[in-house]
């Protein structure tokens, strides 16, 4: 009984020290909340993205930052953006919003494909992330 109410400690004491180092590990968001969720054929949609650094991080504006959009059944306005497309000249977790209109029906994905620069105080670390944004179109 003593054997395994001490493995549970070792493990619940090892537990803590991983945990914060994991958390620590995430500098960045990447949030697709104000893209359009439904739409219908023919109308206008708005495909939005939004880099959101962690606090003591920030996404850097001379870095390099490109991203790639695609989709089969959207026409977008632009596919693909730099940091001259963001929404607000100065940033530190750049926001982009893309026009589109659906021309396809169904659900459809817009593909992206991001890479971008984080930083701190010290270092900036080269990311890139792929994701697939659902877009229902009536």
């Known amino acids: 009984l003593i054997s395994q109410s001490m493995k549970a400690l070792a493990v619940a004491v090892a537990l803590m020290w991983v945990t914060p180092a994991l958390a620590a590990d995430k500098k960045y968001e990447i949030d697709v909340s104000k893209t359009s969720k439904e739409v219908k054929q023919g109308k206008k949609g ?23 959009l695609a989709s089969e059944g959207r026409d977008l306005s632009k596919s693909k953006l730099s940091t001259k497309d963001a929404k607000a000249k100065k940033w530190t977790s750049p926001e982009f919003g893309v026009p589109f209109t659906a021309t396809k029906s169904g659900d459809q994905k817009i593909n ?9 105080e010290h270092i900036c670390e080269r990311k890139k992330e792929k994701l697939a944004v659902s877009v229902a179109v009536k």
């Open 46 to 68: 708005q495909f939005g993205l939004h880099i959101k650094a962690a606090k003591g991080f920030k996404v850097s504006q001379e870095a390099p930052l490109k991203i790639k």
């Open 112 to 120: 992206v494909e991001a890479t971008f620069f984080v930083c701190d």
